[in-house]
C-alpha cells in the first residue's frame, strides 16, 4: 500500500480524499495556490505545498509543480480528484513515467473515453447501445447529410467537449450550418480542439449513469445507477440513486451490460457510464474516468467508500468483492450547493461570515467551508455538496427538506432556496423529471425575499 498520497486539487474533494488516506493510515500532501494558502484542504493534511498563483493554469492546472511537490515530499502516488487534471491522459503518463502512481485508470483508457466519437464507437463495438449520430468529425457537408438522416433536431457536440459546455441544438439545416460555426469557435476556445460531431437530440431524456469499479486482473463490478437529470445548461444539481424510473430488473440488465464491456476494455479504477433513458431505452453518451461529484449517492446505498477501492485497485490490489456482495439498501439524494446565482448562473464569490452545517440521522455533508472561509472566485462555484440517505425515497425528501431548513451560510449568495423549492415540488416528489425540467421549472421560479 502506499505510504504517502499527494492530491492534486482543492476544495471538498480534497478533502474527501484526505478522509480516506487518514483513515487508512496513509500520509496526505496537499497542494495549493497562493488564493488557496488558509484553504481548509491545505490545513487538514500532513504536508501542504503551494504551487502557484491563483489562475487553476498557473496551480491546479500545472503538471511541473504538482509533479515536483511530489517529489519534494516523497509521495508515491497522486489522487487527480475530479476536474483539473483527473483526465488529462499526458499528466497520468507523466506521474507514471516518474515512478509515481495515478490513482485512476491508464493514460490509454483516459484517452481512450476522453475522444468522445472513439468512446462511442469503443462502447458500440462492446456491445452497448449509443445515441445515433456521426461515426466521427464532420465538416459541413457531411453534417448536413448526416443531419437529414438522423432526423432533426440534432445536437453539435465537441469531440474533447466537457462540463455540459458547448453543445447547440439544430432545429433545421440554417440552425446547424450556424450552429457549427459557433461550435467549432467555442470547441476551439474551450478545449483547444475545434472538432465537432453530431448525435440525435433526445427531447425529453433522463439522465442515468452507471458507477463501475475494476481491478486490473479483469474484474469489474458495477455499484448500480444514479440519476442526474435534474440539470441546468447540461449541468447536474441534484444526483439520486436509486432511480424513480428503473426497477430492479432493469438495473440489473444495465448493469451486467455495463460491467461486462468494462471488464473486456481491461480497465482499471472507477468510472461512471453515462446515458440518456428515453421510453425504456438506453443510449451511451460518455464514459468518465474517475471519480465523480455525485459518487456519494452510490456510497450511501451501498455502504462502500469509493475513494478506497479507487487507492486499493491502484495499489494493484485485487476486488474484495464480488457483484452478488453489493446489497442496495434504501435511497440517496445529492444535492450541489453553489455559490451562484441560481438563475443567471454567475458566481457569487466571497467570504463566508457564518457557518452552520446540518447533521442528525441519515445527513452527511461534503465541504472545504468554515466560519470565514473565502471562496475564490477562481475556480468552480461548487461548495458544499449535501447528501441524505433514508429507507424511501419519500422519506428521504424529507430529511432533505429537513437538512437543508438546518443549513445555514452567510455572507454569500447560494443555491439553497432553489434546492428548498426543489426538494418540496410536487413532480419531484413524484419523481417525474427529465434532463429539461429544471430550465422549465426556473423560469417561473423566483428566490423567496430576504
Ligand atoms: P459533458 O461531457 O459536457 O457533460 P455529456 O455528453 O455528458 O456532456 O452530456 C451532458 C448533458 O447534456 C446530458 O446529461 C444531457 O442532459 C445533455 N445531452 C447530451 N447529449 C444529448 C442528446 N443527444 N440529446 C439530448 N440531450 C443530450
Known sequence: ???????????????????????????????????????????????????????????????????????????????????????????????????????????????????????????????????????????????????????????????????????????????????????????????????????????????????ILADEYGHCIHLGERDCSLQRRHQKLVEEAPSPALDDAGRQAIGERVSRAIGDLGYRGVGTVEFLYEEGEFYFIEMNTRLQVEHPVTEMITGLDLVRAQIEVAAGRPLGMRQQDIRFTGHAIECRINAEDPRTLLPTPGTVQTYHAPGGPGVRVDSALYAGAKVPPYYDSLIAKLIVHDRTREDCLHRLQRALAEYVIAGLPTGIPLLQALAEDADFAKGNYHTGWLTEFLATWHPPAE
Do not use: W
Open 1 to 211: 500500500m502506499f505510504d504517502k498520497i499527494l492530491i492534486a486539487n482543492r476544495g471538498e474533494i480534497a478533502l474527501r480524499v484526505i478522509r480516506t488516506c487518514r483513515e487508512m493510515g496513509i500520509q496526505t500532501v496537499a497542494v495549493h495556490s497562493t488564493a488557496d494558502t488558509d484553504a481548509m484542504h491545505a490545513r487538514l493534511a500532513d504536508a501542504s505545498v503551494c504551487i502557484g498563483p491563483p489562475a487553476a493554469s498557473d496551480s491546479y492546472l500545472n503538471k511541473v509543480a504538482i509533479l515536483a511537490a511530489a517529489e519534494i515530499t516523497g509521495a508515491d502516488a497522486i489522487h487527480p480528484g475530479y476536474g483539473f487534471l483527473s483526465e488529462n491522459a499526458d499528466f497520468a503518463e507523466m506521474v507514471v513515467e516518474h515512478g509515481l502512481t495515478f490513482i485512476g485508470p491508464t493514460p490509454e483508457h483516459i484517452r481512450m473515453m476522453g475522444d468522445k466519437v472513439v468512446a462511442k464507437a469503443t462502447m458500440r463495438q462492446l456491445g452497448v447501445p449509443v445515441v445515433p449520430g456521426t461515426e466521427g468529425q464532420v465538416d459541413d457537408e457531411v453534417a448536413a447529410r448526416a443531419a437529414r438522416e438522423i432526423g432533426y433536431p440534432v445536437l453539435i457536440k465537441a469531440v474533447a467537449g466537457g462540463g455540459g459546455r458547448g453543445m447547440i441544438v439544430a432545429q433545421d439545416e440554417d440552425e446547424l450550418l450556424e450552429g457549427l460555426q459557433l461550435a467549432r469557435r467555442e470547441a476551439q476556445a474551450g478545449f483547444g480542439d475545434n472538432r465537432v460531431y453530431l448525435e440525435k437530440y433526445l427531447r425529453r431524456p433522463r439522465h442515468i449513469e452507471i458507477q
